[in-house]
């Protein structure tokens, strides 16, 4: 298996999504009452690295292009933890309709180079679906799905290992069934559309997310339903020759996405569903306590590494489904 995928695979540990763009940590911060520069993005997130023990439950980080640039990369790599970055560059209308498409395939290339040269060895690109009762049009799922293929395939090209997230949007009033049937039909032409451009299947992550109900359906479902319903839906879509799967947090809170993630991983232990290694790749779930417990200030640095190290012990438990 390729090393790579070999190393950010290991029990007990999973990726942490740390590639929130200008916009997003902008917002995060404001909600914290912060205000985003490079200097403070450096802060937060060198807070986040150097905690004590991160090593132990983090495989590796997903880091922006600012992050990578300031040298972040460096505090990960001597902790053994391997750098990835996101590459694609935000979304853009597709065909005068409500969805939106990724963009980031210009002058690749040349990023990847740089990125390759800072340290890292695995990339993100993530493309967004939103469900209603007309959409996702299969128009638009060719032309997203198409694209993610295509950097899947450069970075494969380029000695690295790409992450394809097709994230399914929570926002919506969608049923759980909708979700896996919206799932399911991505999945499926995403693995159609890398097979039909020749992407080793083997040196690739699926970042995934959980089959859950729309947020504004008003609808909790069960730990034990959201495993059944995303564990039949990767059966039913994914290759088996996948070597790892992990999920993203998507929005829910952090302990919804853990105590999901734990039974997905209880309901797959003897990989009755699937061959895949089942693990985390949780943004917000991991991060969000973290931050308001560091609120911008040096004094609050031990105290925030504290808070974030037992939301990365409950989640790396989650993902053994030992929790
Ligand atoms: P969340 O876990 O916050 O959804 O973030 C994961 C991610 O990388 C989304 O692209």
Redo the contacts with the bound molecule.
Sequence with gaps: MNQTVQNLLQPYKGIL?A?ESTPSITKKFANVGLISTPELNKKYREMLFTTPDIEKYISGV?LFDETIKQGLGEVLSDKGILVGVKVYQGLEIFNDTEEKVTKGLERLSERLDIYKNLGAMFTKW?MVVKISDVYPSDAFLTEDLGRMADYAKLVQEKGMTPIV?P?ILLDGNHTNTRCEEITTKTLKRLFEILKEKSVDLTNLILKASMVIPGKESGVIVMPLEVSNSTLRTLQNSVPTEVPLIVF????QTSDQSIFNLNEIAKLNKDKKFGPWDLSF?????LQDEALVAWGGKDENVKSAQDVFLEVLKKTSSARQGEL
């Design positions: 999504a590639d997903i993530r997230e994230e993203l947090s998507g929005g790749s949780f943004g917000r779930a």
